[in-house]
């Protein structure tokens, strides 16, 4: 088997996304990667991430693909089945100060938040066309729409809530409270639960 032939299984093996990290993990020179771009057999997404021609890809998997961010907000209650249509923009919880390509990205809203606060309720998803990416779980994304509820739709969080309660299975409602009470949100919250229970 060619070196070409084995970052198209790669690819195959991936639905149609490589990177440049699992082609030096497969002892293949990048060199290999500039050929098939220039072959048109795959395109190259940005810095480090390839697609295959024949795929439609992966946008929530390209547009944070090698940065420092996590779906949140809107975007994150679409990921968890808590709202009731797919979002127009991207949300993205960012540490404060951080640039880069989204920075400019008139369909990404960036949410700033401190360094020992971003990693709190963070997890690894499947995207809607199959990669791993990262997501808030719904405790905090719950928690982050109150924290900001002035520049968030009512409705929005309403049927976020209920749905979220809905759910015995996999709500975990001493963890909401814990984060609820880290964010500074604990009042809003019990406005909520008061009537949604």
Not at 66 to 94: D, H, M, Q, R
Not at 108 to 114: C, R
Not at 144 to 166: C, F, G, M, P
């Amino acid at each position: 088997m060619t070196k070409e032939e084995k970052i198209l299984n790669i690819l195959q093996e991936n639905n149609g996304i490589i990177t440049t990290k699992q082609v030096e993990e497969n002892n293949i020179d990048k060199i290999y990667l500039t050929r098939l771009v220039k072959k048109g057999i795959i395109d190259r997404i940005k810095r480090g991430l390839y697609v295959s021609v024949n795929t439609w890809g992966d946008e929530y998997f390209n547009l944070i693909y090698g940065i420092n961010a996590i779906y949140s907000y809107e975007t994150a209650l679409y990921f968890l089945g808590l709202c009731e249509s797919v979002p127009t923009s991207y949300n993205l919880t960012v540490p404060r100060g951080h640039k880069s390509s989204l920075n400019h990205n008139d369909k990404v809203i960036l949410h700033f938040v401190k360094r020992e606060y971003l990693e709190i309720g963070k997890v690894s998803i499947k995207s809607p066309q199959g990669q791993m990416i990262t997501c808030y779980n719904a405790e905090r994304t719950i928690c982050d729409l109150l924290k900001d509820k002035q520049n968030q739709d009512i409705e929005t969080l309403k049927y976020a809530i209920s749905e979220y309660l809905k759910d015995k299975k996999s709500r975990d409602l001493p963890k909401l409270m814990e984060y609820a009470k880290t964010f500074n949100v604990d009042g809003s919250l019990n406005n909520y639960l008061e009537v949604l229970m």
